[in-house]
């Protein structure tokens, strides 16, 4: 049960607070629970992985658009200003990550990913240090990882994800939907600016860990256009790799997602949602497994053919859409489940 901490750690105060941006105006509530597990197994064909690793709930990132804001509520918490607000701290991350490691039936899986949910690298990490204490837990264990972040705390650890890309492997994506800056701060408030990840992934790409971007959500009507500079930035900082993915509202997202665009951008707001509809056929989401990470139509399919071209243009690999067919085509095939 997360236990509320009367007086939080500030990121702001820590030594690493170089690699912060400007505090949140929000109050910061934090909880520390002990964990019952940290591994958490996917098998939806939507996702290009199995197995990831979240030492947060909840992200100080406040993005608009994030799909893990109903996760919180099996928290009690709500699913909006929560989400940003309330995060719990799995203090026993690094360790419950040594013992699953540990165990005969882990070997020879595939790569663990940080995070599949939220942010590994959101403030608290200044404070709290999990993500680097299971990144040396997996370099002992010499274990295979990629991670997916916006947060430009990343380059404090340069030196460990160094070892274990030598070592086991390592990649990192940086997530940068948005080229203009006074429009990604609109809708997710709490990230580095697109400047500052651009330098992120050229600090990897000197450390000689392989990066990549990624370009996650796209927003039919909203940032389309910026799909081939987002693509030529990346590769000149040194990104070797790229996905995109289309923008999900599922649940209690879309009512947040709506209301922020509503709040920040009442000019283009209404355009924005009808070109997510005509992207999703109808609908401002799909929910059936397969089809809740792409889109449909003309419109998605042009921006897919557009990301596809630059993509190959400047040698970024890494075709999610192949990954995906992948994985489809694995799960239609009957398997043995697990307990994990």
Same mark, same amino acid.
């Given at each position: 049960? &997360?236990?509320?901490?009367?007086?939080?750690? /500030? &990121?702001?105060?820590?030594?690493?607070?170089?690699?912060?941006? $400007?505090?949140? %105006?929000?109050?910061?509530?934090?909880?520390?629970? $002990?964990?019952?597990?940290?591994?958490?197994? /996917?098998?939806?064909?939507?996702?290009?992985?199995?197995?990831?690793? /979240?030492?947060?709930?909840?992200?100080?990132?406040?993005?608009?658009?994030?799909?893990?804001?109903?996760?919180?509520?099996?928290?009690?918490?709500? *699913?909006?200003?929560?989400?940003?607000?309330?995060?719990?701290?799995?203090?026993?991350?690094? =360790?419950?990550?040594?013992? =699953?490691?540990?165990?005969?039936?882990?070997?020879?899986?595939?790569?663990?990913?940080?995070?599949?949910?939220?942010?590994?690298?959101? &403030?608290?990490? *200044?404070?709290?240090?999990?993500?680097?204490?299971?990144?040396?837990?997996?370099?002992? +264990?010499?274990?295979?990882?990629?991670?997916?972040?916006?947060?430009?705390?990343?380059?404090?650890?340069? !030196?460990?994800?160094?070892?274990?890309?030598?070592?086991?492997? @390592?990649?990192?994506?940086?997530?940068?939907?948005?080229?203009?800056?006074?429009?990604?701060?609109?809708? =997710?408030?709490?990230?580095?600016? &697109?400047?500052?990840?651009?330098?992120?992934? #050229?600090?990897?790409?000197? #450390?000689?860990?392989?990066?990549?971007?990624?370009?996650?959500?796209?927003?039919?009507?909203?940032?389309?256009?910026?799909?081939?500079?987002?693509?030529?930035?990346?590769?000149?900082?040194?990104?070797?790799? *790229? +996905?995109?993915?289309?923008?999900?509202?599922?649940?209690?997202?879309?009512?947040?997602?709506?209301?922020?665009?509503?709040? $920040?951008?009442?000019?283009?707001?209404?355009?924005?949602?009808? @070109?997510?509809?005509?992207?999703?056929?109808?609908?401002?989401?799909?929910? #059936?497994?397969?089809?809740?990470?792409?889109?449909?139509? %003309?419109?998605?399919?042009?921006?897919?053919?557009?990301?596809?071209?630059?993509?190959?243009?400047?040698?970024?690999?890494? !075709?999610?859409?192949?990954?995906?067919? *992948?994985?489809?085509?694995?799960?239609?095939?009957?398997?043995?489940?697990?307990? +994990?």
């Amino acid at each position: 049960m &997360p236990r509320l901490v009367s007086n939080p750690p /500030n &990121p702001w105060l820590s030594t690493s607070v170089e690699y912060l941006e $400007e505090p949140p %105006p929000a109050r910061l509530q934090v909880y520390e629970e $002990e964990a019952r597990s940290i591994v958490a197994q /996917n098998d939806s064909p939507d996702i290009s992985f199995t197995y990831s690793v /979240n030492p947060y709930r909840g992200c100080q990132h406040a993005c608009a658009y994030c799909y893990a804001r109903p996760t919180h509520q099996l928290l009690g918490f709500g *699913a909006g200003t929560d989400f940003d607000t309330r995060i719990v701290v799995k203090k026993n991350a690094p =360790e419950l990550l040594r013992a =699953e490691l540990a165990r005969a039936r882990w070997r020879g899986r595939e790569t663990l990913v940080f995070s599949g949910v939220t942010d590994c690298y959101q &403030p608290l990490e *200044a404070c709290y240090g999990l993500t680097r204490a299971c990144l040396e837990v997996a370099l002992e +264990f010499r274990q295979p990882v990629a991670i997916i972040t916006k947060g430009s705390l990343v380059r404090r650890d340069l !030196d460990l994800l160094a070892r274990l890309a030598a070592r086991a492997g @390592a990649t990192v994506f940086v997530s940068i939907p948005f080229l203009d800056p006074a429009l990604g701060r609109r809708l =997710e408030p709490g990230t580095a600016a &697109p400047a500052t990840r651009f330098a992120t992934l #050229a600090a990897l790409s000197a #450390a000689g860990v392989p990066c990549g971007v990624s370009l996650a959500p796209l927003i039919p009507g909203l940032n389309e256009h910026e799909i081939p500079a987002i693509l030529a930035q990346a590769a000149e900082a040194g990104a070797s790799l *790229a +996905f995109m993915t289309l923008l999900r509202l599922p649940a209690e997202v879309e009512p947040v997602f709506v209301e922020r665009l509503e709040a $920040e951008l009442p000019g283009r707001a209404r355009a924005v949602l009808h @070109a997510i509809e005509e992207a999703r056929g109808g609908k401002r989401n799909e929910s #059936a497994f397969g089809k809740r990470m792409t889109g449909l139509g %003309p419109r998605f399919t042009a921006a897919e053919d557009l990301f596809r071209l630059h993509a190959r243009r400047l040698g970024l690999s890494g !075709d999610r859409s192949e990954r995906l067919a *992948a994985r489809a085509a694995e799960s239609a095939a009957p398997r043995q489940g697990e307990l +994990f």
